[in-house]
């Protein structure tokens, strides 16, 4: 199984995902200003970036995780699924790949916090919005991720797109 978590830009709450995935971050704890800073790629990237997918690692079971910004585009995803797919066909591959849409777990702390600090380069305000709204997040974020690999075992077909409907979140997590 391939996973690829993203989002609009791609460097908040998909690295978050990418880290509880992996569990470089504990699920049931309250994170720590330090922790939260320390995941790799959390508010590192750039505009430029959108697009790259980025490779965090493999899980315990071996499969891969990816992350992406995929900014405003409705075509992303379809087109790397669509292109996945080709592939399959002419390699013969049975990989699976999972797409997990992390957007609905975004607090609008994060969203002004990224703009202060990606867009502007005001980190002193972008930062500390950035951390509280990850704060915020970080337990939807967690089940986000535990839903998704239960999603994943749960299907047969090759190429799953997982929306994470902001109801199912707040109800599942509350």
Known sequence: MIFIYNDFGGTHTTALAAAFHLKKLPSHAKLTREQILNVEYF????????????????????????????????????????????????????????????????????TVGGFFSRRLGIDFIGVPLLVMGAKQASAQIAYLVEHTKEMANKSSEQVLIIDNKKELLITEVS
Do not use: A, C, W
Request: hydrophobic letters at 30%; aromatic letters at 8%.
């Open 43 to 110: 508010n590192k990237l750039n505009t430029s970036d959108m697009g790259r997918i980025i490779f965090h690692g493999l899980d315990e079971e071996g499969h891969s995780v990816y992350t992406v910004g995929r900014g405003n585009s409705k075509i992303f995803v379809p087109g790397i699924k669509d292109m996945f797919e080709i592939l399959q066909k002419r390699n013969g591959t049975e990989e699976q790949l999972i797409f997990s849409n992390t957007s609905p777990t975004v607090p609008l702390s994060m």
